[in-house]
């Protein structure tokens, strides 16, 4: 979660990182500028009551206090009025309070809402290129903290402004009060300011320091978890926790650098009004003596120094966490203004069909995007042309980084060509609509992922005409019925991160169920039955080429390795290095196709080098009751 | 055997509970603390220094008559005294910040070293990020709560006791009004503190809802792309984001009532304190001076109350955090090392044995049935079986990842929970299915388990595997860096990666635990040769998910529910052509050929 938060903090001067945060803050002003209404003016009156009670102070003392005692008897009928002109400052303040902190909260939350909103909504937008290309702790950053972060300062923001206006309001009623008074005034709070201005930036990069030593130290832990296996049976756990106490000890000696930063400032900022109180004090007893104020006034103005302290650091706390903020921003931006969406088009293909599809590739070209715009692509595909005829399988085949999954993404439209065209029943499946392309076509990805819900929603996925009938009849030509009915709640249970966990083979089976459940016309298998056991995984594709209850079978394209799975195939194409080298029946191709008898038949190979080794091995003495048998 | 720690225990100690038990196992912190306390005092006598001086210098050097030099004088003592009060302020949290960060480093690191002491068994029953953030998140909500909670706690309780000593010392009545005005906000705060705890335990648990659906939709994305589902997936998202928003300001308008009440008991004191203060002062019993220090004291008593409902929630939290830290700290793990007093392995190569071996998971069906096996010295054998057979468990308990039930796993002779672990570890290694490799280079990750080895000899390991040709295929041979869980390698490459890693180690026994993640048929051959070169004249026990490794094995151990039901070579089970193993076999013929 914190990850990234405040890696780029020290980047640019400060003075870039002050104006650019402000601007930064003004978008925030711009966004929701009625709520910042309301929480400023509740700042400054709380900011002009906090002036006006040292004043009320000072007057009760000096009109009403002074008087009583050295008359000896109270005024009642003033009395009354000052303990109503005390409480009543309170009440007021009381506003003053509601209307800062809740507007201030209000428009924090809401523009952190506003903006996961759309940054999660850019994510949907754009291409699976672009996702490609951020790993996914990056993209949960950019949505959480790095919205966070950017969003920050606004919390104190309202206060820092209302306490600017009160900053000057107090000057001013110290110049209308007494010249004097309001020099002590104009040498303390400029100090005050400069202090805690001082302080942010030093605390600044102390702050982003630790933070960063945080996420290595997390990062430590997570990785030195993940592969606690490793580290326990190799008996490292010393090595391991000795590399983790080393980080640890770094960010602990940041952590207190940052603490005694804290420990130089804070008592600092205590007692600079303090002092300016004790110049009152001294400077306000000159003034009485020459008759130029009461002492209404001198206790005024030193209660006035007394209570000014504390808003005034709110400054502080909006500019140190400036530089987190505009880091934030910046990468918050960076989303938002990604291009590259993937518009769908407005063809629909007969929705009444139920015949399987045809899927045709022609010439089609791909290359993945490079990291850096400068930096040429890399090429994944070349003239790949071929055919998924209607009701065929088609068997995908070739060596790993051949670009199998690449041909099934654009099968798909996950990603477009960079040359060529992809069609679907003669239309480029750039013309169909989103819901036209997902009620035709399903991908079943090398690697299932499953939704945090339950198993009905992860197969229906909220698609219309799809019941517990349907999600039924997927799971049972899935041969997923058997262990979802075992579940505790049936269709109910949640699965995922959250909820029961399932094998590797038993989510391949779920999300075969879900691609099933739409009744695709055609069906684009991605490995997608490596975790299966073998038995089941033949049993499942006789399923689909020929559906139990009669219904239409798909046009089918399978990557595989499996000969059993091959060999279901009427036909299948060879795929070597981003290009189509060979196709036909298996038989054919085994027979022509070098490259695909090795890859085939390595298991047979391999077989006979060792029972060749073995019989060279154990050619003397032959082990009695063994005998060495070549079968087949 | 206690299987979950933690997130359950929430409520079931006091916070004093925690605290002793978080300085019992963290005597440091204690270290210095009276000091740390007496210079808090010390620095907490500066804020009460003007209203005292204030109270000086008005009743002895304004009242009745100017006098220059008492307020001077009294200004100049005052100055002095809060010179003074600052450096212990900044003494105080030097030290504070210094013993806390560092026993809060050493809790950190103790826990880390503990999860990793843990037997599989609670590794696994904890969720992995859930024992990452025992580490990380829980500990950095304890110092991050020191770092400033902390110190405002022990400053305002400082304040609290210094301004009541001085109130007290001017006027009993008049403290008497200022603290019957501030009792009843006292215990409203305590009842709104409450229900920001709960206010804030709704905003963790939607951001922890919020944080699930943003990962499903950066994760989930080609399905979410491939299903058409991208308005499903934002009206998901929406709820979570607005779940949280809402949460968040709930919890806001508690602490803002918090602060409220705080702002009108300073209110009502103050009118309290001038109503009785006049009267008194009417009467003679108190001094001009003495009633408007009063008023700046009440002051000094706003804040602590104020931000009393967020800092002990905040004090909350941190304590939360801490158990669970010690939560973890306290499972003792139930396989232990036991240390000095085991026993080594003996030297030479290693048999084993299961003597009427049962195990059962906690709560649950054993998963084997009193097994009883014999493995040879220098002999391979592979146990096959179907998914849910029982046969990982056979490696587990041979590397004492977990303990058996009831019965023994012997080692020539000596039972596992006897042998020392670092004999254990330095002879017996088992190869993980996922061959799991660290964000270092190749050669890193290779002498993971031998620091000392050279390059040559890694090098010439390599050769022995006959992975020369793959090493020198690599941009930087050794150097070249794996990435962040080895992605920068294929599947095929981490898994001969983790290979050349137990080969370099050179085990007397070595376990396999065959992967099943789907390489090309030709990687996965290159992977079985690296196999049989690596496990060559050593006892080997492969968990075999190809049957091709069992082909290879001097013995085959068939394992279905839990028992062994055939045993034997491999041309032997084949035989009987209706066995669990023929069967097996059967079906492993028809997927690859």
């Known amino acids: 979660m914190r990850l990234t938060a405040g890696e780029s903090v020290a980047s640019g001067t400060s003075r870039d990182v002050l104006g650019r945060g402000l601007r930064v803050l003004g978008q925030a002003i711009r966004e929701q500028p009625r709520i910042f209404a309301v929480a400023v003016s509740g700042s400054v009156l709380f900011g002009l009551l906090v002036i006006a009670s040292a004043y009320v102070v000072g007057a009760v003392v000096g009109d009403v206090v002074v008087p009583a005692v050295e008359r000896g008897e109270a005024a009642r009928g003033a009395l009354a009025l000052a303990a109503a002109a005390l409480f009543g400052i309170s009440v007021l303040r009381v506003v003053g309070i509601f209307g800062r902190r809740l507007g201030a909260g209000y428009m924090q939350y809401r523009l952190q809402a506003a903006y996961r909103r759309r940054v999660t909504r850019r994510y949907l937008e754009l291409?699976?290129?672009?996702?490609?290309?951020?790993?996914?702790?990056?993209?949960?950053?950019?949505?959480?903290?790095?919205?966070?972060?950017?969003?920050?300062?606004?919390?104190?923001?309202?206060?820092?402004?209302?306490?600017?206006?009160?900053?000057?309001?107090?000057?001013?009623?110290?110049?209308?009060?007494?010249?004097?008074?309001?020099?002590?005034?104009?040498?303390?709070?400029?100090?005050?300011?400069?202090?805690?201005?001082?302080?942010?930036?030093?605390?600044?990069?102390?702050?982003?320091?630790?933070?960063?030593?945080?996420?290595?130290?997390?990062?430590?832990?997570?990785?030195?978890?993940?592969?606690?296996?490793?580290?326990?049976?190799?008996?490292r756990e010393a090595q391991e926790t000795a590399r983790f106490a080393s980080r640890a000890g770094e960010l602990r000696d940041a952590l207190i650098s940052v603490g005694r930063l804290r420990g130089v400032f804070d008592p600092m900022l205590e007692t600079l009004p303090s002092l300016g109180t004790l110049a009152v004090l001294v400077v306000g007893a000159i003034r009485f003596r020459q008759g130029a104020i009461s002492v209404t006034e001198?206790?005024?103005?030193?209660?006035?120094?007394?209570?000014?302290?504390?808003?005034?650091?709110?400054?502080?706390?909006?500019?140190?966490?400036?530089?987190?903020?505009?880091?934030?921003?910046?990468?918050?931006?960076?989303?938002?203004?990604?291009?590259?969406?993937?518009?769908?088009?407005?063809?629909?293909?007969?929705?009444?069909?139920?015949?399987?599809?045809?899927?045709?590739?022609?010439?089609?070209?791909?290359?993945?995007?490079?990291?850096?715009?400068?930096?040429?692509?890399?090429?994944?595909?070349?003239?790949?042309?071929?055919?998924?005829?209607?009701?065929?399988?088609?068997?995908?085949?070739?060596?790993?980084?051949?670009?199998?999954?690449?041909?099934?993404?654009l099968a798909v439209r996950l990603v477009d060509p960079g040359a060529g065209r992809v069609t679907l029943d003669g239309v480029d499946v750039r013309e169909l609509t989103a819901a036209s392309l997902a009620g035709n076509v399903a991908l079943v990805a090398q690697v299932p992922f499953v939704f945090d819900d339950t198993v009905r929603a992860n197969i229906a996925l909220d698609r219309a005409g799809i019941?517990?009938?349907?999600?039924?009849?997927?799971?049972?030509?899935?041969?997923?019925?058997?262990?979802?009915?075992?579940?505790p709640d049936g269709l109910d249970t949640m699965v995922g991160e959250r909820g029961t966990s399932l094998s590797g083979g038993q989510r391949q089976r779920l999300t075969l169920a879900r691609a099933l459940a739409g009744r695709p016309r055609l069906l684009v298998l991605d490995d997608a039955t490596s975790a299966v056991d073998p038995r089941v995984e033949a049993a499942i594709l006789a399923g689909l080429r020929a559906p139990a209850d009669g219904g239409a079978p798909a046009s089918i394209l399978v990557v595989a390795y499996r000969r059993a799975t091959i060999a279901l195939a009427d036909e299948v194409i060879y795929?070597?290095?981003?290009?189509?080298?060979?196709?036909?029946?298996?038989?054919?191709?085994?027979?022509?196709?070098?490259?695909?008898?090795?890859?085939?038949?390595?298991?047979?190979?391999?077989?006979?080098?060792?029972?060749?080794?073995?019989?060279?091995?154990?050619?003397?003495?032959?082990?009695?009751?063994?005998?060495?048998?070549?079968?087949? | 055997?206690?299987?979950?720690?933690?997130?359950?225990?929430?409520?079931?100690?006091?916070?004093?509970?925690?605290?002793?038990?978080?300085?019992?196992?963290?005597?440091?912190?204690?270290?210095?603390?009276?000091?740390?306390?007496?210079?808090?005092?010390?620095?907490?006598?500066?804020?009460?220094?003007?209203?005292?001086?204030?109270?000086?210098?008005?009743?002895?050097?304004?009242?009745?008559g100017l006098d220059l030099n008492v307020i001077s004088l009294t200004v100049a003592i005052t100055a002095g005294v809060l010179v003074v009060t600052t450096a212990c302020g900044y003494l105080m949290m030097r030290r504070l910040f210094t013993v806390s960060e560092t026993a809060l480093a050493g809790v950190r690191t103790r826990a880390f070293r503990h999860v990793h002491d843990l037997s599989m068994l609670h590794q696994q029953s904890e969720r992995r990020g859930s024992l990452v953030s025992r580490v990380t998140s829980d500990?950095?909500?304890?110092?991050?709560?020191?770092?400033?909670?902390?110190?405002?706690?022990?400053?305002?309780?400082?304040?609290?006791?210094?301004?009541?000593?001085?109130?007290?010392?001017?006027?009993?009545?008049?403290?008497?009004?200022?603290?019957?005005?501030?009792?009843?906000?006292?215990?409203?705060?305590?009842?709104?503190?409450?229900?920001?705890?709960?206010?804030?335990?709704?905003?963790?648990?939607?951001?922890?809802?919020?944080?699930?659906?943003?990962?499903?939709?950066?994760?989930?994305?080609?399905?979410?792309?491939?299903?058409?589902?991208?308005?499903?997936?934002?009206?998901?998202?929406?709820?979570?984001?607005?779940?949280?928003?809402?949460?968040?300001?709930?919890?806001?308008?508690?602490?803002?009532?918090?602060?409220?009440?705080?702002?009108?008991?300073?209110?009502?004191?103050?009118?309290?304190?001038?109503?009785?203060?006049?009267?008194?002062?009417?009467?003679?019993?108190?001094?001009?001076?003495?009633?408007?220090?009063?008023?700046?004291?009440?002051?000094?008593?706003?804040?602590?109350?104020?931000?009393?409902?967020?800092?002990?929630?905040?004090?909350?939290n941190a304590i939360a955090g801490w158990r669970r830290v010690l939560d973890v700290l306290d499972v003792s793990p139930d396989v232990a090392d036991p240390g000095e007093q085991g026993r080594e392995l003996p030297p030479g190569p290693l048999d084993a044995r299961f003597a009427g071996v049962t195990f059962a998971y906690p709560g649950g069906p054993p998963v084997l049935h009193d097994v009883t096996l014999d493995i040879p010295a220098k002999s391979r054998v592979a146990v096959v079986g179907e998914t849910g057979s029982g046969k990982t468990t056979f490696a587990k308990l041979l590397t004492r990842l977990m303990d058996p039930t009831e019965g023994q796993v012997l080692l020539s002779g000596v039972d596992l929970r006897q042998v020392r672990?670092?004999?254990?570890?330095?002879?017996?290694?088992?190869?993980?299915?996922?061959?799991?490799?660290?964000?270092?280079?190749?050669?890193?990750?290779?002498?993971?388990?031998?620091?000392?080895?050279?390059?040559?000899?890694?090098?010439?390991?390599?050769?022995?595997?006959?992975?020369?040709?793959?090493?020198?295929?690599?941009?930087?041979?050794?150097?070249?860096?794996?990435?962040?869980?080895?992605e920068a390698l294929s599947v095929g490459e981490r898994q001969l990666v983790a290979l050349a890693r137990a080969y370099v180690a050179d085990p007397d026994l070595l376990v396999l635990d065959e992967a099943t993640s789907a390489v090309d048929p030709a990687t996965e051959v290159r992977l079985q040769r690296t196999l049989d070169a690596v496990t060559r004249g050593r006892t080997t026990l492969a968990i075999a998910h190809r049957l091709s490794t069992a082909q290879a094995a001097d013995e085959v151990i068939v394992v279905d529910r839990g028992r062994i039901v055939q045993r034997g070579p491999h041309e032997e089970l084949v035989r009987d052509t209706d066995s669990v193993y023929a069967l097996l076999y059967a079906s492993w013929l028809e997927q690859t050929r």
């Open chain 1, 127 to 235: 291409p699976l290129a672009w996702h490609h290309r951020n790993s996914t702790g990056t993209l949960l950053s950019n949505a959480n903290s790095d919205v966070e972060a950017a969003w920050y300062p606004i919390a104190p923001l309202p206060f820092a402004v209302g306490t600017l206006v009160m900053l000057v309001g107090a000057v001013a009623s110290l110049f209308f009060t007494d010249w004097a008074l309001a020099l002590v005034g104009l040498a303390v709070f400029p100090a005050l300011f400069a202090l805690n201005v001082v302080y942010s930036r030093r605390m600044a990069p102390r702050q982003a320091r630790a933070q960063r030593l945080r996420a290595e130290v997390s990062g430590i832990a997570h990785e030195s978890f993940d592969g606690a296996l490793v580290v326990k049976t190799m008996g």
């Open chain 1, 298 to 409: 001198l206790v005024s103005v030193a209660f006035l120094f007394t209570v000014l302290a504390f808003p005034v650091r709110a400054i502080g706390w909006v500019l140190a966490e400036l530089p987190r903020s505009v880091a934030g921003w910046d990468r918050v931006r960076r989303v938002l203004d990604a291009t590259g969406e993937m518009p769908y088009g407005t063809t629909t293909l007969d929705p009444a069909t139920r015949e399987p599809a045809t899927l045709a590739f022609d010439d089609v070209h791909f290359a993945y995007e490079p990291a850096e715009a400068h930096l040429p692509g890399a090429k994944v595909l070349g003239e790949v042309t071929f055919t998924v005829p209607a009701g065929k399988t088609v068997a995908l085949v070739g060596p790993t980084g051949a670009g199998k999954s690449t041909i099934a993404s």
């Open chain 1, 467 to 487: 019941g517990d009938d349907e999600v039924w009849a997927a799971l049972r030509l899935a041969e997923a019925d058997g262990f979802v009915a075992a579940l």
């Open chain 1, 575 to 632: 795929v070597e290095q981003g290009r189509v080298v060979a196709r036909g029946t298996h038989t054919e191709l085994l027979a022509t196709v070098p490259g695909y008898a090795d890859l085939v038949t390595a298991y047979e190979q391999a077989e006979q080098e060792r029972e060749q080794n073995r019989t060279y091995d154990e050619v003397t003495p032959l082990p009695s009751g063994l005998e060495i048998e070549v079968d087949r």
């Open chain 2, 1 to 64: 055997m206690s299987t979950t720690t933690g997130e359950n225990s929430e409520s079931t100690e006091t916070t004093w509970q925690t605290l002793r038990r978080g300085l019992a196992l963290s005597p440091e912190l204690r270290t210095g603390l009276a000091g740390t306390l007496a210079l808090a005092l010390v620095y907490m006598v500066g804020r009460v220094a003007v209203p005292v001086a204030v109270q000086r210098g008005i009743d002895h050097g304004i009242v009745g």
């Open chain 2, 139 to 316: 500990v950095d909500q304890i110092t991050q709560f020191l770092q400033w909670g902390g110190v405002i706690l022990i400053v305002n309780l400082g304040q609290l006791l210094v301004t009541t000593a001085v109130m007290l010392a001017y006027s009993w009545q008049l403290t008497l009004v200022v603290l019957v005005a501030f009792a009843p906000a006292v215990l409203v705060i305590r009842r709104l503190q409450r229900r920001l705890a709960g206010a804030y335990g709704l905003v963790r648990q939607r951001t922890g809802t919020l944080l699930g659906a943003i990962g499903e939709s950066v994760v989930g994305a080609p399905v979410i792309r491939a299903y058409g589902i991208a308005g499903r997936t934002a009206r998901r998202l929406d709820t979570a984001i607005d779940g949280q928003r809402v949460a968040q300001q709930r919890a806001i308008r508690i602490s803002i009532m918090g602060s409220s009440v705080g702002e009108l008991a300073a209110g009502l004191a103050l009118a309290g304190v001038v109503v009785v203060g006049v009267s008194l002062g009417a009467g003679g019993t108190l001094s001009i001076g003495q009633l408007t220090a009063f008023l700046f004291l009440v002051t000094l008593f706003i804040q602590p109350v104020q931000i009393a409902t967020e800092v002990l929630n905040e004090a909350q």
């Open chain 2, 421 to 486: 672990f670092d004999s254990l570890r330095s002879r017996v290694v088992m190869v993980p299915q996922d061959g799991f490799l660290f964000d270092a280079t190749v050669g890193e990750n290779v002498r993971f388990a031998r620091p000392d080895l050279t390059d040559e000899r890694l090098t010439a390991a390599f050769a022995e595997l006959g992975l020369s040709d793959w090493l020198d295929g690599l941009p930087s041979g050794l150097d070249t860096p794996v990435g962040e869980r080895g």
